[in-house]
């Protein structure tokens, strides 16, 4: 069952234009990360502490129709807040890889499957090797299966 309630869009304008394109668009359009022509997905989760839905495009690591949600912030220090949200409620949320958003169980995956789904993450997206390295933290791996 899709997410419902109220929808607060990010703060930050580019991830905020390109979720709104990519919806509209029924994911034709801004659906790549910026300038690289790398392939994005569209994850809604419910806020923890708000309870507002909340939306974010992530790099698409696809494999066996399972998708890796890597929580990199581009390399910072800290944990993205979304990652934060899907700890706290890991069965509201939904992915959409395309025209139409589904509903996805989200699990924290840990030893040698991270390392398999690190190595598919780095293999769509290199930069995330760099990300590993300057951040000082490890990186969250999160695995989204579809659920009905």
Known sequence: MPLTGEYEPSPIAWVREQVEA??????????TLRDTGLPIIVVTTRGRRSGKLRKFALMRVEHNGEYALV??????PDHPEWYWNLRADPRAVTIQDGPEPFDVE??????????QWWQRAVACYPPYAEYQERAGRRIPVLVARRVD
Not at 22 to 31: I, Q, V
Not at 71 to 76: H, M
């Open 106 to 115: 989200v699990r924290e995956v840990d030893g040698e499957e991270r390392e």
């Open 22 to 31: 990519y919806e509209r668009s029924g994911g034709r359009e801004a659906n």
């Open 71 to 76: 929580a990199s912030k581009g390399g910072a």
